[in-house]
T-cell receptor, first 110, second 113 residues
């Protein structure tokens, strides 16, 4: 079935360092969404990318959607302790459901 | 109001019990979802309701029975669960489909003894 993999599984950075998580789908996606889940919390929507090659920025966060619409990335510049959590990409396969990626857990030390 | 509420927050049940999880949203969303999430894993889709009709059942065992009484409410009825069903159960809603952002509730932490 449809698989969406993320790497790395886990990353521990010092505050101020940059962070990137990569998302790869086995099939072409209609769109891709990114969610953040804080420890003990629930997923919270960050952004949606629809167009091939699209790049969107939200303050220190930069999101990209690949040209083939099968991969995506999230880059955080100068991490802060508030960035701690698990970042999930979620692909819309066009079948009325999202398939969540495996997630990348980010830990930021002050 | 951009909130999805879920009750109860925590639930402990035996394998012979019958219980229900409840979810409510007042954003006028027409798609609602049940997900199951195990520790350190992504949310796993169980059911999708679209315009109050069940549109997707991801081959979920019949001991889980969803219900959508109206456009604001979503229930998940539980019966004869197994210990491996212990997990965080998340409800979500979106405007009309998977291509819209999903709003998640805080979840119900279920423990089956």
């Amino acid at each position: 079935g449809q698989q969406v993999m993320q790497i790395p599984q886990y990353q521990h950075v010092q505050e101020g360092e940059d962070f990137t998580t990569y998302c790869n789908s086995s099939t072409t996606l209609s769109n891709i969404q990114w969610y953040k889940q804080r420890p003990g919390g629930h997923p919270v929507f960050l952004i949606q990318l629809v167009k091939s090659g699209e790049v969107k920025k939200q303050k220190r966060l930069t999101f990209q959607f690949g040209e083939a619409k099968k991969n995506s990335s999230l880059h955080i510049t100068a991490t802060q302790t508030t960035d701690v959590g698990t970042y999930f990409c979620a692909g819309d396969t066009g079948f009325q459901k999202l398939v969540f990626g495996t997630g990348t857990r980010l830990l930021v030390s002050p | 109001d951009t909130e999805v509420t879920q009750t109860p927050k925590h639930l402990v049940m035996g394998m012979t019990n019958k219980k229900s999880l409840k979810c409510e949203q007042h954003m006028g969303h027409r798609a609602m979802y049940w997900y199951k999430q195990k520790a350190k894993k992504p949310p796993e889709l169980m059911f999708v309701y679209s315009y109050e009709k069940l549109s997707i059942n991801e081959s979920v065992p019949s001991r889980f029975s969803p219900e959508c009484p109206n456009s604001s409410l979503l229930n998940l009825h539980l019966h004869a669960l197994q210990p491996e069903d212990s997990a965080l159960y998340l409800c979500a809603s979106s405007q009309s489909g998977a291509y819209n952002e999903q709003f998640f509730g805080p979840g119900t932490r279920l423990t089956v003894l």
